[in-house]
Every structure is written in C-alpha cells, then in structure tokens.
C-alpha cells in the first residue's frame, strides 16, 4: 500500500507560480509511474502530468505544456510539480496518483491517489 499526500495548493494570482508536492510512505515510489490529475468545479478529472519511474521520461497535457514540470526524487518518495504563468483555467483539485507499471493517462489507471490540494488562480 502507498499513502500519498499533496501540499503546495493555494490562491494565486494570474501570471504567479505554486510547487505542488506529493510525498509518498508505506512503499517506495522508485519503480512506480506517477502521474498529477487535476478537477476542476463540474469536470472530470484530467491528467496534468506525468513522469516514469526514473524521471527519464515525462508527458504534459497540452493545457499546461510549457507551463509545468514534474519531477521527482526517488530518494526522497516525492513527486512534484512546479506550475508557471498559472491562468485562472488552472484551478482546480490537484491529485497525485502512483501506479506500479508504465506511465498511462487515464484517471481508471492509476491504483493510488492523495486526497487532493487546491489551486485556485484569481484574475
């Protein structure tokens, strides 16, 4: 079992910048695929981010390629993701999810996930 917990979230203005965390007990992260979801108000829960095992490998959804990027410390068990020129779209729920396999997208395959942290951008 993996516990996940996320912090970073908060009200930020138009054009500012958070750092979400994710730290991970119970099992080590090291070989797990991490993925960041967000849920806005009446929306579905969409991948954001997501990173191998390794950290050799990332993908960005294209709502906030070039805004963001996700690392992680494998040392550590955690996960971040650091979010630039945030737009009022980007508040949301911010998930951190873990899955013990290959990097996938959708929210049905990742077996593990944080309670959330919130984001909310103001104009």
């Known amino acids: 079992q993996v516990q996940l917990v996320e912090s970073g979230g908060g009200l930020v203005q138009a054009g500012g910048s958070l750092r979400l965390s994710c730290a991970a007990s119970?099992?080590?992260?090291?070989?797990?695929?991490m993925g960041w979801f967000r849920q806005g108000p009446g929306k579905e829960r969409d991948f954001v981010a997501g990173?191998?095992?390794?950290?050799?490998?990332?993908n960005y959804a294209d709502s906030v390629k070039g805004r963001s990027t996700i690392s992680r410390d494998n040392a550590k068990n955690m996960v971040y993701l650091q979010m630039n020129s945030l737009k009022p779209e980007d508040t949301a729920v911010y998930y951190c999810?873990?899955?013990?396999?290959?990097?996938?997208?959708?929210?049905?395959?990742?077996?593990?996930w944080g309670q959330g942290t919130q984001v909310t951008v103001s104009s």
């Open positions: 990173i191998i095992w390794s950290g050799g490998f990332t």
């Open positions: 999810a873990a899955r013990y396999g290959s990097m996938r997208y959708r929210r049905n395959e990742y077996e593990y």
């Open positions: 119970g099992r080590t992260l090291s070989s797990a695929a």
